[in-house]
């Protein structure tokens, strides 16, 4: 049935009109259609937008990635390799006797003396050596023979006794091959073979007796294996061919302490301070002297 007025505006209509023609309201199926009301609160929905959101997620972590990667490259390139130790530093622990040089006079090294070759901490108390082993006294010596008694010759016979032989004379020194044995005896020291050692150091002197560097390097290396009377007499033999070695009256200081010779040391220190006052540790071994001299 036709709707005879706007349910609208409630004005008159005509029959079958599709507006009225007061307010324009559009007349379906007799009743004015109102337009739709959109739901409060209510988006449009836009399934294309959570994809777009997910692919430039996916895109930006892709990017992240990528550059932590070239990051961590440029810091691999920047970065130097690491220098290991030489060996030879890694010797046991053997470490040579080195003089320090003043400012302004730098000393000439002694023959022989390789670099790195350090000596003993200064200021400090030395190691205690093992007790040295006991030793059977000497025998009294025998009673000299008198020339009756030489073998070959009587004393009824008469005549003159015969003639001693001639002495062999003492073979001429070798300074080369001491030298080369010197050098072997600081390899064998490195490398830890303080006996060996020893053994080269006491050829180098058989070679060359003026050798001051080799009888300094064998008392260094009796001392350290606890030989210390043996140390003593190779230090004193390499002062009295170099009485202006410093460095070896510091040895014979260490070695005369280790075996309780506190006025013996302090004179050693002493000496070696007054011979080379600009050495780092003068002031440290003055001390040790002072302290040594009051026991």
């Given amino acids: 049935m036709t709707q005879s007025t706007c349910p609208k505006c409630g004005a008159a209509l005509r029959e079958n009109a599709l507006f009225c ?9 007799g009743a004015a259609a109102a337009p739709a009301a ?23 972590g892709v990017l992240l990635v990528l550059l932590v990667v070239a990051l961590i490259l440029i810091a691999g390139q920047k ?30 090294p002694a023959p022989g003396q390789p670099a790195g070759w350090q000596p003993d901490q200064p200021g400090q108390a030395p190691p205690a050596a093992p ?35 001639a002495t062999a004379p003492a073979p001429a020194a070798d300074p080369a091959a001491s030298d080369r044995l010197n050098q ?12 060996e050692a020893a053994q080269a150091f006491e050829r180098a002197t058989q070679a060359n007796p003026q050798n001051a560097q080799a009888w300094n ?16 007499k190779a230090y004193r033999q390499a002062i ?13 200081g260490y070695a005369l302490e280790q075996i309780k010779d506190w006025r013996g040391a302090a004179q050693a ?7 080379e006052p600009w050495a780092s540790d003068a002031a440290a071994v003055k001390k040790r002297a002072q302290l040594l001299q009051n026991k």
């Fill in 21 to 29: 023609a007061s307010c324009g309201a559009r007349i379906i199926e």
């Fill in 38 to 60: 959109a739901e409060p609160g209510a988006s449009p929905k836009a399934p294309g937008n959570r994809r777009t959101l997910i692919w430039a997620l996916a895109g930006g």
């Fill in 79 to 108: 970065k130097g390799p690491t220098t290991s130790a030489p060996p030879s530093q890694a010797a046991s622990g053997w470490k040579p006797d080195v003089g320090q040089a003043p400012p302004a006079k730098p000393p000439t």
């Fill in 131 to 165: 007790a040295p082993p006991v030793q059977a006294p000497p025998a009294a010596p025998a009673p000299p023979a008198q020339a009756q008694t030489r073998p070959g010759w009587r004393p009824d016979a008469g005549g003159a006794p015969p003639q001693a032989p």
């Fill in 184 to 195: 072997e005896g600081l390899r064998l020291a490195q490398a830890g073979k303080l006996q």
């Fill in 217 to 232: 390097n064998l008392g260094l290396a009796l001392r350290k294996l606890g030989q210390l009377q043996q140390a003593i």
């Fill in 240 to 252: 009295k061919i170099r009485p202006e070695h410093a460095l070896t009256y510091k040895n014979l």
């Fill in 269 to 275: 220190y002493r000496k070696y301070v007054e011979l």
